[in-house]
């Protein structure tokens, strides 16, 4: 917080890669201690996704991973999203994964009928 305002400063992190899966998993990756990322790692991500796509969609290609799910807003990453880390303090990579959300086309006609 300002010494002026009870208005938390809210810090911009730089992720130092973005890319997009053909998929569309939209993935950040940061360098930096987990603790400054609201993370909970008993949630499952929002959206459609599998454990093999997260991994694959992050490239750490080690076995020791954890995935859990943004608690809050990140940095421009909505709440929900996955949070893919390696399980090493030596090395504080993490991958934020915006996983699609699973829409279906609905016509007029089918939507009358349900009405």
Request: net charge negative.
């Amino acid at each position: 917080m300002t010494s002026a305002t009870s208005t938390p400063i809210r810090i911009s992190h730089h992720a130092f890669i973005e890319w997009t899966t053909p998929s569309g998993l939209r993935v950040a990756y940061y360098a930096m201690p987990l603790d400054r990322i609201p993370c909970d790692f008993y949630a499952d991500p929002d959206g459609r996704w599998t454990y093999e796509e997260l991994v694959r969609a992050a490239r750490f290609f080690e076995s020791d991973i954890a995935i859990g799910a943004l608690a809050d807003d990140f940095n421009g990453h909505p709440a929900g999203s996955a949070v893919v880390t390696l399980n090493s303090a030596d090395r504080p990579y993490i991958a934020i994964i915006e996983c699609p959300v699973a829409y279906e086309y609905v016509d007029e006609r089918s939507a009358a009928r349900v009405a």
